[in-house]
């Protein structure tokens, strides 16, 4: 071993300031930033002790022997049930939909929340980069009810709307309108150890995570609002970068007879709308917890063409793999062959994996190595520092947050880049500098500063992304 722990830990440290640096003047020189598709509201519950037996007692639910039957969408209360409990004993969060709307009425009369928060890639993303200090965030919110704007931070948002015929772009405040309906995600997140025992079933949560329930006919549908579109189509020459998701909650078919086609077909024109009136935006898909791999192909088949890097977790990694059918599941293949096999059949420019332990880019050799390394890290601290307050927060009152609760450099992503080192042969303080290069990708791992107990687990993936987007070149400059 040629690194040891404490150099790579102490590499990353004396690494923060100039990824703070970075992140400072590209903060400065962003005109504009676009973030889309899907903005709602989360109600959030977090999980104590007793809740889902109660709740279970309460409404004589018992769970029998199709416990582990996996549904698509949430048609009873009892599948809410299963959905928790199968988040709970994987510790890996996860998302459905319900489909009726009789569901999400027994939620709300049933279940106390403790808050009502900002939620949806978009939403959550532009709260984010608002608070950095990025003066023009253009968000799409499929409805924009008083509560909803509300969740808004007050400065630096702007969502298109139209008034006497003329469109412009307004603060949330401005730009609500009561006749729209709220569009409601439950969230219930649980920490690591929350047990549950329930008819004889015993779970305990290895990791601290969330289980999401979401009744959102407009997102779901991928709705896109015609004012939004408008306004972005002509104003697309002032924005740098945008980020893209939502495409999770799409179903199959529509009463209307359309489907899931139609609607990744209109998303895919509007980004090319915007790509075509300037072509240095630099695009960012974010693919989120989807479960149908039909729609997740024809995503990724449709819109990679377009975009300059697709982000996802490890658990959509490998979710995105199997829809692919890449892999024989009976093999084991490692992290990095699923990435390099995922960038390569995608012909992705730039793929960034973040889990809780690291993240990790590959990208092709016209992205800057340097550059990339600092958006990764920079969206590692951002997140780090979350975890700590479960807020969005700027530069100053995260450097502030990771001084006074310094989190330790993860020892996993440690272990990660000697193994990696090793398995390619490449000296792992080198490789700390100049990254990897396999199979002609760049490769570049940076550590996540573990936190095991989040204040809130929802919105961390986004805050990460959001700073490494903010980080990165434009596309033109590759
Ligand atoms: C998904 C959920 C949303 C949540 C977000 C967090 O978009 O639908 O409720 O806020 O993920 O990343």
Not at 128 to 156: D, M
Not at 225 to 243: N, S, T
Not at 403 to 415: R, W
Request: aromatic content about 8%; charged content about 25%; hydrophobic content about 40%.
């Amino acid at each position: 071993m040629n690194l040891t722990y404490g150099e790579y830990r102490d590499y990353w440290i004396n690494l923060m300031k100039e990824a703070v640096q970075h992140a400072h003047q590209c903060i400065r020189s962003l005109k504009g930033i676009i973030t889309a598709f899907n903005t709602n509201i989360d109600a959030v519950k977090t999980l104590r002790e007793g809740d889902i037996e109660r709740l279970a007692a309460k409404n004589a639910i018992s769970l029998g022997d199709d416990i582990e039957i996996e549904v698509e969408e949430i048609s009873e209360v009892k599948h809410l049930l299963k959905g928790l409990l199968k988040a709970i004993k994987t510790g890996n969060g996860f998302e459905q939909s319900i489909s009726k709307p009789e569901v999400s009425t027994w939620i709300s009369t049933n279940i106390k929340v403790d808050e009502v928060r900002m939620g949806g890639q978009a939403g959550i993303s532009a709260n984010v980069l608002a608070t950095l200090g990025i003066e023009n965030v253009y968000v799409h919110a499929a409805s924009i009810p008083r509560v909803q704007a509300e969740l808004f931070k007050e400065h630096g948002i702007l969502i298109p709307c139209k008034k006497d015929d003329v469109v412009f772009a307004a603060p949330p405040l401005e730009a609500y309108n009561n006749q729209h309906e709220p569009m409601i995600h439950w969230v219930f997140e649980f920490h690591e150890g929350y047990t549950v025992r329930l008819n004889g079933f015993y779970v305990r949560a290895p990791k601290s995570d969330r289980f999401i329930a979401s009744y959102d006919p407009l997102n779901s549908s991928l709705h896109i609002d015609p004012i939004f579109r408008e306004f972005m189509r002509d104003k697309a020459v002032g924005v740098d970068k945008a980020l893209i998701s939502g495409f999770q909650l799409l179903k199959p078919r529509y009463p209307d007879g359309s489907t899931f086609k139609d609607k990744i077909l209109r998303a895919r024109e509007v980004v090319e709308e915007w790509k075509s009136t300037n072509q240095n935006m630099w695009i960012h898909l974010e693919q989120a917890y989807m479960t149908n791999a039909e729609i997740l192909r024809f995503v990724v088949k449709e819109l990679t063409k377009t975009i300059d890097s697709y982000g996802l977790n490890e658990v959509e990694l490998n979710i995105l793999v199997k829809a692919m059918d890449l892999i024989d599941e009976a093999k084991e293949v490692s992290l990095m062959d699923k990435l390099i096999l995922i960038a390569k059949t995608l012909k992705l420019r730039c793929l960034v994996l973040h889990t809780r332990d690291f993240a990790v880019a590959l990208t092709k050799g016209d992205v800057d190595l340097e550059c990339t390394k600092k958006a990764l890290w920079f969206g590692s601290m951002l997140a780090a520092a979350r975890t700590l307050t479960g807020c969005e927060m700027t530069i100053s009152e995260m450097m502030k947050v990771l001084k006074e609760h310094p989190l330790p450099v993860s020892l996993e992503s440690y272990k990660h880049h000697m193994q990696l080192s090793n398995a390619l042969s490449i000296e792992a303080l080198k490789a700390l500098r100049e990254g990897f290069e396999h199979q002609g990708y760049n490769i570049v791992l940076v550590p996540a500063l573990s936190n095991p107990k989040p204040v809130r687990s929802v919105g961390l993936g986004d805050t990460f992304t959001s700073g490494f987007l903010v980080c990165t070149p434009l596309a033109n400059s590759r």
